[in-house]
């Protein structure tokens, strides 16, 4: 059974920071890409961060700068360091698998960021 579990989510103020992992079980983590999307109240889920298998990184633009994803393969975790946080960063964050061969794609639950005075 694959299990993806997010955790580190919270309130913090504006310009703090937060790091979210993410821990992956029931799959060969080293062989999967894996992302953090974030979704807004009533606005559709978006990519924010990912890094592939082979460590290679994307952000988007809103992030880049401030956002730093990275893997420890050995834990089966990934993280989300996300510094100089805004009001605008305010979502649920989701953990997301993904791998082409075999072709799969896992979601965690989510957890919640707010940024807020």
């Known amino acids: 059974q694959v299990q993806l579990v997010e955790s580190g989510g919270g309130l913090v103020q504006p310009g703090g920071s937060l790091r979210l992992s993410c821990a992956a079980s029931?799959?060969?983590?080293?062989?999967?890409?894996m992302g953090w999307y974030r979704q807004a109240p009533g606005k559709q889920r978006e990519l924010v961060a990912v890094?592939?298998?082979?460590?290679?990184?994307n952000y988007a633009d809103s992030v880049k700068g401030r956002f730093t994803i990275s893997r420890d393969n050995a834990k089966n975790t990934v993280y989300l360091q996300m510094n100089s946080l805004k009001p605008e960063d305010t979502a649920v964050y989701y953990c997301?698998?993904?791998?082409?061969?075999?072709?799969?794609?896992?979601w965690g639950q989510g957890t919640q960021v707010t940024v807020s005075s």
């Open positions: 997301n698998a993904a791998s082409e061969y075999p072709q799969a794609s896992y």
């Open positions: 029931g799959i060969i983590f080293r062989i999967y890409a």
């Open positions: 890094i592939t298998k082979g460590r290679t990184t």
